[in-house]
């Protein structure tokens, strides 16, 4: 069909159209329905002849065959594209890495505050009552205040936290006035009346054990803490709880008496 010229192909296209002429007025003027169909069958020939003719020289369209991977090198040099690829992996693995991390962080524990642990210990308790001796002081006896008053550096962060939160009044037997300054300038110079909520007149001072269960009898408080046995025994009936500060970690002496063998042992959870 290549061999044909454009002349002989429009010559030929010209015979066809003067045929079809003819057989549509026969049609028009007989009505078969069967020349109906076969007209249109010609024409549809004649269509595809032409477009077959109109490019005689075009090539048929090939597929384009499917991208396929690189066979792996065996003389261990890595393409562009394995490089590519090997850090798309990487940065991937990477971004998984740090998105976990951040999961990690989001759901890990937060350790609570100091006061938020004071808080929950005291069970919310609005009033404290604590005694000085063997509890804020590292003395242990009346007579030993006679010489000097040492605040305790290890407590003094959980006693200014007590004195945000509650009414805090701090008690002590002492055998003289001097003792009694002693101990006032102890507490002024470790900041607690500066740095805390606690003033002078709740520091109150008597001359014998029983005086100070009669302060802690009259103040009604929530907590009460001492580091004496016979003192916190007394109160059990009076005070809802207690905590019994010794040298030595004891049992608990009551239901609703606690041991402890120091202040910030028992507030650092």
Not at 30 to 47: N, P
Not at 49 to 67: E, M, S
Not at 68 to 97: K, Y
Request: one cysteine or more.
């Amino acid at each position: 069909m290549a061999d044909y010229s454009k002349e002989d192909v429009i010559l030929f296209v010209k015979r066809i159209g003067a045929y079809l002429s003819t057989k549509v007025s026969k049609l028009l003027n007989t009505q078969d329905v069967r020349s109906v169909w076969a007209i249109a069958g010609l024409a549809v020939a004649v269509i595809f002849t032409w477009r077959l003719f109109r490019a005689p020289g075009a090539p048929p369209r090939r597929r384009q065959p499917k991208h396929q991977a690189p066979p792996p090198s065996s003389s261990g040099v890595i393409s562009h594209s394995d490089v590519n690829l090997f850090h798309s992996g990487v940065s991937s693995s990477s971004e998984d890495s740090r998105a976990q991390n951040v999961i990690d962080e989001f759901f890990q524990p937060v350790k609570p505050t100091l006061g938020q642990i004071v808080r929950q210990r005291l069970s919310d308790g609005r009033k404290v009552t604590c005694r000085l001796l063997g509890v804020i002081l590292e003395e242990s006896t009346p007579e030993e205040l006679q010489n000097q008053a040492t605040v305790r550096s290890s407590v003094l962060e959980v006693l200014l936290e007590i004195t945000k939160f509650c009414d805090l009044y701090l008690m002590e037997t002492v055998l003289d006035d001097e003792s009694e300054k002693k101990v006032l300038s102890a507490l002024e110079n470790a900041g607690i009346f500066t740095s805390g909520g606690l003033v002078k007149d709740k520091v109150l001072f008597c001359s014998t054990d029983v005086g100070r269960t009669s302060f802690v009898r009259q103040l009604e408080p929530d907590w009460h803490i001492d580091s004496s046995r016979e003192i916190t025994t007394q109160l059990a009936r009076f005070i809802k709880y207690q905590l019994h500060i010794s040298a030595v970690k004891t049992e608990r002496i009551a239901s609703n008496v606690f041991s402890s063998s120091s202040l910030e042992q028992f507030f650092s959870g």
